[in-house]
């Protein structure tokens, strides 16, 4: 069983509908990552938390650190959204390396 | 600000042969880690350099090997290419370990 798990798999909206992507982890964690990956591979980080809730524009990202679940979430969606979205937790194993979820493929139809 | 720079963006070579990769992190970043991404695995945690020593390992088999130079540049080797190490290899710099990453663009290894 992998240690991050992300939901769903695959996401596909129509143009202006709010999307909502789920991250859980089964340790404790320090951080949690969202990271956004487009076609030809390139990853841009987007929100770093380990508490509470952080916006950027039309991304707002929520972690629960009791419920061990964190959210990306992602306002009046566009087709330039679509994008792989992962998850990524620095677990509290003593380092601070990266355990990765499996990603979510988010799909912003016209 | 320049951003993490890997070199070269594309490279195919031939089982048994071995590679190296290069990763500039941006200017000030001391934490540099390595990722490999395949379509069967995911994205995997390689291995992490600070400050020119070796901080953390994946799960990898010793073919996989990294080293950071006192200016923070770091490189990536591996010997004994298997066709399996065909993958996206990422890096990351950060101004400390566990801090927020900073990707490069990737290198594409296809093994042939």
């Known amino acids: 069983k992998n240690e991050v798990e992300q939901s769903p798999q695959n996401l596909t909206a129509q143009e202006g509908e709010f999307i909502t992507i789920n991250c859980s982890y089964s340790?404790?964690?320090?951080?949690l990552h969202w990271l956004q990956q487009h076609p030809g591979g390139g990853i841009v980080s987007l929100f770093m938390?380990?508490?509470g809730k952080k916006k950027h524009g039309r991304l707002i990202a929520t972690i629960n650190i009791q419920e061990k679940h964190s959210s990306l979430h992602i306002t009046a969606s566009h087709p330039r959204d679509s994008a792989v979205y992962i998850c990524?937790?620095?677990?509290?194993?003593?380092?601070?390396?990266?355990?990765f979820g499996t990603g979510t493929r988010l799909t912003i139809i016209p | 600000k320049a951003g993490v720079t890997q070199t070269p963006r594309y490279l195919i070579k031939t089982r048994g042969q071995q590679v190296t990769l290069s990763c500039s992190p941006i200017s000030g970043h001391r934490s540099v880690s390595w990722y490999q991404q395949t379509p069967g695995q995911g994205l995997q945690f390689l291995f992490e350099y600070f400050s020119e020593t070796q901080r953390n390992k994946g799960n990898f088999p010793g073919r996989f090997s990294g080293r950071q130079f006192s200016n923070s540049r770091s490189e990536m080797n591996v010997s004994t290419l298997e066709l399996g190490d065909s993958a996206l290899y990422l890096c990351?710099?950060?101004?400390?370990?566990?801090?927020?990453?900073?990707f490069g663009s990737g290198t594409r290894l296809t093994v042939v």
């Open positions: 990524a937790a620095i677990l509290n194993f003593g380092n601070e390396k990266l355990t």
């Open positions: 340790v404790g964690i320090s951080a």
């Open positions: 938390l380990s508490s």
């Open positions: 990351a710099s950060s101004l400390f370990a566990g801090g927020g990453y900073t």
